[in-house]
């Protein structure tokens, strides 16, 4: 169909301040092959297994894309996957034990490879008394093992969970619970081209979480207020005593990922050339050091 487009106002406008016409010309502007695969990602490409690819950290990816895995076959009822979604099959973000042996058993399952964050994942179900199939969407548990792999907040290791103000940490079923795809892949956006979005609802891409000075003040509490570079004690001085984020992602909150340090020290962290310590912060570091 053939489209006629108008610029009535635009050329008025035009005219009224007397500006030369220029030359450009309207065509159409086509994807790139990245551009294609996103697009793709976002309802879910069908693959082999062994498409599928590791990378950093153990990490899945699809072409250079994070991507989450599953099998849209769940052989689940539309009401369980509907209401009790956990009681069908899970979704996988790392490379683990559960897909290792997938590959070692020859399972050719109808995979898909999809970058949506909402959590929704467009699956088929079967009923089991009659047979009818059909598709919707469902509301995926993870893996548990791809947790364990990953250590997703101390999963597998307890002594890698964050302390709650109560002093108690959480429990694994409380991480496989509480486990958020947009947090997750935000995480471990800079492992990839893309970094993805958050929900709208949420803060913004890598930008501190509205609690961060409750979790920077717990956690230089815990260090004693001392850095855990230089050990200088800056009980009578807190702000000169900051908590880094390790790898750079500052929604990254996890306790292996917090280190508290000096003001100085901070500086002297990679890709922080752009922090600038005052004199008077710089004096009072000094002068703790001895």
């Keep these: 169909m053939k489209l006629s487009v108008s610029f009535h ?40 297994l062994d498409e599928l690819e590791t990378s950093t950290g153990g990490l899945l990816s699809y072409r250079g894309e994070q991507v989450l895995l599953y099998i849209r076959d769940t052989g689940a009822s539309k009401w369980v996957l509907e209401n009790e979604p956990e009681k069908s099959r899970k979704f996988h973000v790392a490379e683990c034990r559960t897909l290792d042996a997938m590959r070692q ?74 486990f958020d795809i947009s947090d997750f892949l935000l995480s471990y956006s800079t492992f990839f081209h893309q970094k993805p979005s958050r929900k709208a609802s949420e803060a913004e891409l890598n930008s501190y979480v509205p609690n961060w000075s409750k979790i920077s003040t717990q956690r230089r509490k815990q260090a004693k207020w001392c850095c855990e570079k230089c050990n200088v004690d800056l009980k009578h001085a807190p702000s000169a005593l900051h908590c880094h984020h390790r790898n750079g992602v500052v929604t990254d909150n996890r306790a292996v990922n917090l280190e508290v340090l000096c003001a100085l020290c901070h500086a002297d962290q990679p890709n922080h050339g752009h922090m600038k310590v005052n004199a008077k912060t710089k004096a009072t570091i000094l002068k703790a050091r001895g």
Aim: charged fraction near 30%.
């Design 9 to 48: 106002a635009l050329t008025a406008q035009r005219q009224r301040i007397k500006a030369p016409i220029s030359n450009w010309e309207l065509k159409a502007e086509y994807l790139s092959p990245r551009e294609i695969i996103l697009a793709d990602l976002e309802t879910g490409i069908d693959i082999q």
């Design 105 to 178: 058993q020859g399972r050719f399952e109808r995979y898909v490879v999809i970058s949506g964050n909402d959590g929704v994942f467009p699956v088929d179900w079967k009923d089991p008394d009659t047979g009818e199939r059909g598709s919707t969407e469902a509301e995926l548990k993870v893996c548990k093992n791809c947790l364990k792999a990953l250590d997703w907040l101390g999963y597998e290791n307890s002594e890698n969970r964050e302390v709650s103000g109560d002093g108690t940490k959480m429990t694994r079923r409380e991480i496989f619970q509480s």
